[in-house]
């Protein structure tokens, strides 16, 4: 496996490089599911001490990333999510240790139950296998992915993208070194060393059954790709459009101070809101003041007629801005007729990501959460709260916005299947 090394290899010896990557995945994958709780925990917590350790040096790799990233001219949201710095550091190592102290997913009763011929039946919480993540950008990603893989006895196959080369191996490198400090193999959680092209196209195809399921971390491109040819299982979302719906019934300083955040906090994240939606029974009280704090905080507005007309600064909305995730300081302004309406422009262009209402009205409220079909639906609150270790997940591999398996963020119960599981005494069917 030398040539993996190599991060030009040709594509001949870059397919045989990849299968055999699978094979010992799926090999380390057996080991990993009967490893105990403290083992892997034991793994979590050397990892975490190296990134911390190793600040410095990770400080200069992420630098010559950003060097490339600016090269590339990437957009101020990407340079933003490829972007580390001791906090930044700091909270990946955190993390670690946040999805070390959770319960062990692993070997949990889900369900118990007797049968009348005297049959035990329990439902059993086991391993996915093989987990194979492609992402673009977010080195933490390289961290938190495989952190979660790890502790819900998963073997994880990472390919990041070119613009976290540098960065991304350098903490895969303490990961492994934690694995090994926990006697547990190495090929627990591999890296893709290339940035070949190809090895996204083997991945999909599932590098000759190595892989159970793909979870893709990136742009529309990125995961629309993904969806589109895998063959494998896919947890994934393909855009946050996020929307915030500001309630006649809503307190005004409460609202701002929500929009402000989610909109503004990081632009960059999938949890950001992208259309502000306000009732238009409460829009001479609500309206102007909203677009206007949107404005002294250097957001772009772009509104529908009655947006228009409460600031010259304000560009008029056109159909596609419904529907765009920007992933900048920009936000798409509507009227709509109370929850009703709020409801219907949700479920009309939005992505069944994260959506929220800012309402004092209870029945309001519960109307939106019962009737919104998104993976998070949120009241009175931030969307930047759509994250996994807000959830008290520890981190999260990405946030789903299918409806099969796994639902919003997808932590380490998430990354777990079942068995059945039958304890009889002897009997037979008649």
Known sequence: MESLHIIDAKPADLDADLLALGQKARKAARKLALASPEQKNSALFAAAALLREKTTELLAANAQDMTQARAKNLPAASLDRLSLNETRIASMAQSLEDIAALPDPVGRVLERFDRPNGLRIERVATPLGVVGVIFESRPNVTADAGALCLKAGNAAILRAGSESFHSSRLIHSCLVEGLKAAGLPEDCIALIPTRDRAAVGAMLAGLNGAIDVIVPRGGKSLVARVQAEARVPVFAHLEGIVHVYVDGDADLAKAEKILLNA??????????????????????????????????????????????????????????????????????????????????????????????IVTENLGHAEKFLREVDSAIVIHNASTQFADGGEFGFGAEIGIATGRMHARGPVGVAQLTSFKYVVHGAGQTRP
């Open 263 to 356: 909109k503004l906090r990081r632009t960059g994240i999938c949890g950001a809101a992208e259309t502000l939606l306000v009732d238009r029974a409460g829009a001479g009280r609500l309206l102007a003041p909203l677009v206007e704090a949107l404005l002294a905080n250097k957001c772009e507005v772009r509104g529908d007629e009655a947006t228009l007309a409460v600031d010259d600064r304000v560009k008029k909305a056109s159909e596609e801005d419904w529907t765009t995730e920007y992933l900048d300081a920009i936000i798409a302004v509507k009227l709509v007729d109370g929850v009703e309406g709020a409801i219907d422009h949700v479920e009309t262009y939005g992505s069944h990501h994260t959506d929220c």
